[in-house]
């Protein structure tokens, strides 16, 4: 008789208990995000992904899921050398228990990651407030070589455009869905002048098509180890096209998102090195319309999590974050608009 496929809480519970992995960890810290789970071990870091059907992924099936380890592992080694170990079997046995890499038939896919230092993170050094420019400096141009060496993907300059468009209104119709305290007046303003953007400054998003390349995708702080050399993890695996960035763009989101954590500096310092290295001279009205865009599709991701049931207690997190991002779209509309 055939055991019974076991259910995602059963998966997670399984590997939330220090006695299910090999190296017999002291604990396991577990996390949840939107489209996985992590857990922590002493030495490593374990992602599984959750099967979920979305309009921008697809990990419904196990071997989708397969596929997508697969992709992750590729991507990011090069940014991350010795930290994407490989994928590891989650089996279930004969007499149906779960097994990590053990003999039985495999039921998930995961994900093994070397564990980063937390306190080389740059949001974490953000937070103590110890970011050197040195550091700032290096992974700069760790970043810039990157780009360099990556192969230019430059872009339809319509269809670059229309990206921004949709993109927009998607945030604009989130937010007013799912945030009914907001006021839909401000927030119509807001997308009014984002896509009077799109529309007025053609020439520009035109040279920005024309620099595109397959990037990291989702360049956090807490995404960037200040390690010697640097490495970045994280790399967004599950949609090439939202890989698809002008380095600018990419570059501004980072810089937006030390702002949001507090340290503007950080951003200014990136693009000055960029400037240097590359001998590019960004448009100051382009950087700030990838802030103030990045800021709104931030809003919108914020807000969102309040439709995912979250605990009682984040519920007014994920408000004031929302507020925080919308705030920051503001601030970095164009000023010529």
Same mark, same amino acid.
């Given at each position: ?21 090999? @190296? ?232 937006? @998102? ?26 100051? @009205? ?40 919308? @705030? ?10």
């Amino acid at each position: 008789m055939t055991a019974r496929q076991p259910t995602l809480a059963t998966k997670v519970a399984f590997l939330s208990k220090p006695e299910s992995y090999p @190296e017999q960890p002291a604990r396991v810290n577990t996390i949840e995000t939107h489209m996985s789970w992590v857990f922590l071990t002493d030495r490593h870091v374990y992602k599984l992904h959750k099967p979920i059907h979305t309009g921008y992924l697809d990990f419904s099936t196990l071997e989708k899921r397969r596929l997508d380890c697969d992709e992750e592992i590729r991507l990011n080694r090069p940014l991350a050398p010795g930290v994407y170990l490989g994928k590891v079997a989650l089996v279930q046995t004969e007499d149906g228990s779960l097994a990590l890499n053990g003999a039985g038939e495999t039921v998930e896919w995961l994900v093994k990651m070397r564990r980063l230092p937390r306190d080389c993170m740059l949001d974490a050094r953000i937070d103590r407030g110890n970011v050197t420019k040195a550091e700032v400096d290096r992974f700069t141009g760790t970043l810039v070589e990157f780009y360099r060496q990556t192969h230019a993907e430059p872009q339809p300059e319509e269809t670059y455009r229309q990206r921004f468009v949709e993109e927009t209104r998607l945030n604009h119709r989130t937010l007013l869905a799912v945030d009914r305290d907001l006021e839909p007046a401000a927030l119509e303003r807001l997308r009014d002048r984002l896509l009077e953007f799109v529309e007025r400054r053609k020439a520009l998003l035109k040279e920005s098509a024309r620099r595109v390349v397959e990037a990291h995708g989702d360049l956090r702080p807490e995404h960037i180890c200040l390690t010697d050399p640097p490495l970045f993890i994280d790399r967004l695996e599950f949609n090439r096209g939202f890989r698809l960035l002008d380095p600018v763009e990419e570059l501004a989101f980072l810089a937006l @998102e030390c702002e949001f954590e507090g340290a503007a500096w950080i951003g200014d310092r990136v693009f000055g090195v960029y400037r240097s290295l590359t001998g590019e001279q960004p448009e100051s @009205e382009l950087v700030t319309f990838f802030k103030a865009t990045r800021a709104h599709l931030r809003a919108r991701l914020s807000a969102s999590h309040l439709t995912d049931h979250p605990p009682r207690d984040s519920v007014q997190k994920w408000i004031d974050k929302t507020r925080a991002y919308l @705030e920051l779209a503001w601030r970095h509309l164009p000023a010529s608009l």
